[in-house]
């Protein structure tokens, strides 16, 4: 994601020079669990608010009680000193021309394509789309279109609104919600656009006396029941409320506001009216707050209004998988999307549920068998012998990182301490290399600096648009991870890691915003899922490839925060590894395709706003297109099994080795076909001990292998 290219609203491939990476180039139970820990190099004493504009990580709802585990305490850290602790170094290349003064660029969210670019990119906030025009705005209801390799549903303008606007900016951004500003040609602002993910709603406040032009697609707004003008555009139908409407034109006065919403297919009259009354208090941002318990983590996002009414929401499948709370009041219709209905709500409060996943250190390897122990500590003496030097940039440099401390974690957990003593060593000398806060002012490799402009920490060397904010969650969830892993019993080296580990935690994942980092960087907690690129210069919205990676992300961060003694921040750490293994599976290996039946795959792998594709950045084979959703498989990503079907892995699998498992990415294939049962982990077992190098990738090992294919077989975990 490197090139700065509209993608096309198409079923075409994504370009692999747009990749980040060309991976192998040939609660409150977790609180009683951590204990009383030391906190290590954290200053804690800002509580710094939202310089980044609504969003506080705490909330409370107008219309229903928090329902589940308590409200987590988001970590409270001092980030100014944080970004104090490295040089301070422009290198980012981004450019946010639609910003407001003061606005921490709002990089690696659904909206980013309205700041970066020489043009604004149209977004995708569910159920609606929006996006920006030289004057003002379009409204659209995506309709997905299912062909054999993707889910489409571009933006088309179904209403325009023409302020008489010369330009816009971001001036307030929060997780899940955006407000931006039309200014006229002086400079002065006109008024005030906000959406929100979820929120049929998308409301204009006037600051100054203007005069609207709203048109729709095949006909006009005219007077309804319960005070909104209905429009039909094509096959769906908008409702406008607020403002004195006349032939089309809107007058507001300053401090005025005119809501705009489409009507559910079909819409009864009860939804008619609660969407006509609800609209009539335009939502001003989102809340979000979590917590965690023995079995379930929880986030709630309050839609706060400007008046304090109640509002409605719409529900992604994943708010509505497994167990989830009692929700009333949520048969007022559904709108269509790429990722299936959204069911429409009355109220303020989204709260929703996913399994508890708290972070993984090493296999259960209890019950595996003495020849498998042998077969294991074998391939790890080779394992450690072949490792070679360690890259220098973030991405390669923390896979090498993590397969070190995995391997050193492994041959601990047998009994082989002294096969990985000297591996352990320059592990530990090369974590604390990139663990120097001033590493940057003696080399320009593995170290890290602050982007001031950019509000982010950055490795000095660049990997897969890094210096453009592509993926950092992928890149330092494999360095917390090494530094988790290898820091557990030893508290002298966590604080010296401490200010840079801590420092790449927050980049990614500050559970409150600051003026010097954004609130949850690349965590969508409304979608449950990141975004991948930093500014989404695409027609198609933000996207993700490697869900398994993300969730690998929040692992990392909960090992950091384990080892480190930071009770809030493992807290947080389980809610976002949840909650992203619980959409890993919901939308991109065991989707939901009752209703895709044009769709010729057993999963989906690139998930964008606007599309869904069976494809990656870098190649189209069926096994590259599997094993990005898997990597790097490590003792977390047992999740991909749980609940699962065994056929759907078993399909998956098959549908990815069609000439078997000697290809690139073998070895993620075959510890995905080992979760399916026992007896599918005995015949990955046989054949991976023929597996040729050659189909291992540079982030695992054949030891790592065998020991997560034991592990399956004898802890089998499919459908549970």
């Known amino acids: ?198 929120s049929p709603f998308v409301s204009f406040t006037a600051e100054q006396d203007v005069t609207l032009v709203s048109s729709v697609t095949g006909g006009s707004f005219e007077a309804g029941s319960d005070g909104a003008a209905i429009a039909d555009a094509g096959d769906s139908q908008w409702g406008l409320v607020g403002g004195k409407s006349d032939s089309g034109s809107t007058t507001l006065g300053k401090g005025e506001s005119a809501s705009w919403y489409a009507l559910p297919p079909k819409a009864s009259a009860a939804a008619k009216k609660a969407l006509a009354t609800a609209a009539a208090d335009p939502v001003t941002g989102v809340d979000v707050s979590y917590g965690v318990g023995d079995d379930v983590a929880r986030t709630t996002l309050t839609y706060k209004t400007a008046g304090g009414s109640p509002t409605a929401y719409v529900t992604m499948p994943h708010h509505r998988d497994g167990d989830q709370p009692d929700r009333k009041d949520c048969d007022l219709g559904a709108y269509p999307s790429v990722y299936g209905d959204l069911e429409l709500c009355a109220g303020s409060q989204l709260t929703s549920y996913a399994p508890a996943v708290p972070a993984s250190s090493e296999l259960d390897l209890d019950g595996i068998t003495a020849d498998q122990k042998a077969a294991i500590v074998d391939a790890l003496k080779a394992d450690v012998t072949a490792t070679p030097a360690f890259p220098s940039d973030t991405y390669f440099g923390g896979k090498a990182l993590n397969r070190a401390a995995s391997l050193v974690v492994l041959g601990e957990q047998l009994g082989a301490d002294d096969v990985v003593a000297d591996l352990k060593k320059k592990t530990v000398e090369q974590l604390e290399e990139w663990g120097d806060p001033q590493g940057c002012t003696q080399r320009d490799a593995r170290c890290v600096v602050y982007d001031k402009t950019a509000r982010s920490a950055i490795g000095l060397t660049p990997s897969f648009g890094s210096d453009e904010l592509n993926d950092h969650h992928f890149h330092y969830g494999y360095i917390l991870a090494a530094a988790g892993l290898l820091t557990q019993d030893d508290p002298a080296l966590a604080k010296k890691l401490a200010p840079v580990m801590n420092l790449l935690g927050q980049d990614i994942a500050a559970a409150k915003p600051s003026s010097e980092l954004p609130q949850l960087r690349s965590f969508d907690p409304y979608a449950g899922h990141s975004w991948a690129s930093g500014t989404s210069p695409f027609a198609d919205g933000n996207n993700q490839e490697s869900s398994s990676e993300a969730v690998n992300a929040w692992n990392g961060l909960g090992l950091w925060a384990q080892a480190s003694g930071q009770k809030d921040l493992q807290t947080e750490a389980t809610w976002l590894a949840s909650t992203e293994a619980s959409t890993a599976k919901a939308y991109w290996t065991n989707p939901d395709l009752s209703d895709l039946e044009s769709f010729d795959h057993t999963i989906l792998s690139l998930n964008w706003g606007g599309k869904r594709d069976y494809a990656t950045w870098f190649s189209p084979d069926p096994n590259a297109i599997l094993a990005i959703q898997l990597i790097p498989m490590g003792p977390v990503q047992t999740y991909l099994a749980a609940g699962v079907d065994p056929d759907q892995i078993r399909a998956s699998v098959k549908e990815a080795t069609p000439s078997g498992y000697g290809v690139q990415f073998g070895d993620y294939l075959l510890m995905y076909s080992a979760l399916a049962g026992a007896d599918d982990a005995a015949a990955a077992w046989k054949e991976a001990t023929g597996l040729p190098d050659t189909s291992i990738d540079d982030g695992s090992s054949r030891a790592a292998m065998l020991a997560f294919i034991a592990s399956a077989r004898a802890h089998p975990t499919a459908g549970r």
């Open 1 to 198: 994601m490197t090139a700065r290219v509209t993608e096309p609203t198409t079923e075409v491939r994504p370009p692999p020079t747009h990749r980040r990476r060309w991976i192998t180039l040939v609660a409150a139970a977790v609180a009683a669990v951590l204990g009383a820990g030391v906190v290590l190099w954290a200053p804690w004493a800002s509580d710094d608010t939202a310089s980044e504009g609504v969003g506080t990580g705490t909330g409370s709802a107008p219309d229903a009680p928090v329902s589940g585990p308590a409200d987590a305490t988001p970590p409270k850290v001092d980030s100014a000193a944080l970004v104090a602790a490295v040089p301070d170094e422009q290198v980012a290349k981004i450019d946010p021309v639609r910003l407001a003064d003061g606005v921490v660029p709002p990089t690696n969210r659904w909206y980013s394509g309205l700041v970066f670019g020489d043009q604004p990119q149209p977004v995708f906030a569910e159920p609606l789309s929006f996006g920006l025009t030289d004057s003002g705005f379009t409204l659209g209801l995506p309709k997905p279109v299912v062909s054999e390799k993707a889910v489409v549903a571009p933006h088309v303008p179904a209403v325009t609104v023409d302020a008489g606007a010369a330009s816009a900016r971001v001036s307030a951004a929060d997780p899940v919600s955006v407000t931006v500003d039309l200014l006229d040609t002086s400079g002065a602002v006109l008024g005030h656009v906000v959406l929100a993910e979820g």
